[in-house]
């Protein structure tokens, strides 16, 4: 992976920092976003720099709002001229009970997690195209996008549920240009989001997982590497589940 460049969205902790690490571990060139946190963004950098990338962005990126995106593929067109790798990360997870999600809640979290994606990978195909050769999405969902909603929100599954629709029509549309697009789904991981989660609601959720106990981000981290890799060049269109064994097809 030494040529090639990777954009991992929401990479300021938990999946996303994981997974860009591994890709820098791999030698990728690596742009990494974030929402709020630029401190840690930073700090995930640094990381990424002594795992030996040759070189490390990082830019804020607001997914709700199209100009954002739109300034963010232009830096990177002036900086790389091209991608290799797009890592769509970013997201929200509010934990409010479906009575009480409100309209505004409905609407931030579909606008970031489903709308936020589709904007991004369709803004970035330029960039892909450019590359040429062997190129590769990776998406993460949830394992909520495929069991509804136990723990996290309604909103949160539907816009889980529609990414991994996006993700397979993607596929289907840009396979013809060897541009490769899956989809990863954790179960429950050890991040910010299952931090939300405490007492009682933790420990039900901790004992439901065949495994025992909640993954880390790393569990994902080296599948998301797999699938950006050259080497799974005839892969395209899948899901890929890790989560312990809570779902087992």
């Not at 931030?108 to 369709?122: H, I, K, S």
């Not at 997982?209 to 981000?217: A, H, M, R, S, V």
């Amino acid at each position: 992976m030494t040529a090639r460049r990777a954009l991992i969205t929401g990479a300021s902790s938990g999946i996303g920092a994981a997974a860009a690490l591994e890709l820098a571990r791999a030698g990728g060139a690596i742009w990494i976003t974030y929402a709020g946190r630029a401190a840690e963004a930073s700090r995930v950098a640094d990381e990424c720099r002594a795992a030996g990338s040759p070189d490390v962005r990082v830019s804020r990126l607001d997914l709700r709002d199209p100009s954002s995106i739109e300034d963010l593929i232009s830096e990177i067109e002036e900086s790389w001229g091209a991608l290799e790798v797009l890592v769509n990360n970013g997201g929200v997870c509010p934990y409010i009970p479906f009575e009480d999600i409100e309209i505004d809640d409905w609407d931030l979290v579909l606008e970031t997690n489903a709308r936020g994606t589709f904007l991004l990978t369709r803004a970035a195909l330029p960039l892909l195209r450019a590359a040429g050769g062997d190129r590769s999405v990776v998406n993460i969902s949830s394992i909520a996008g495929q069991v509804g909603a136990l723990q996290t929100g309604m909103h949160y599954a539907a816009s889980k549920g529609a990414l991994l629709a996006i993700t397979r029509s993607f596929a289907r549309l840009l396979a013809g240009e060897g541009i490769r697009v899956n989809a990863v789904t954790p179960g429950p991981v050890a991040s910010a989001i299952t931090d939300q989660l405490q007492g009682e609601g933790r420990e039900k959720l901790a004992g439901s997982i065949p495994l025992g106990d909640f993954g880390e981000p790393q569990d994902v981290a080296w599948i998301i590497a797999s699938l950006a890799s050259e080497r799974a060049r005839f892969i395209t269109g899948a899901t890929y589940d890790v989560n312990g064994g809570v779902r087992i097809d």
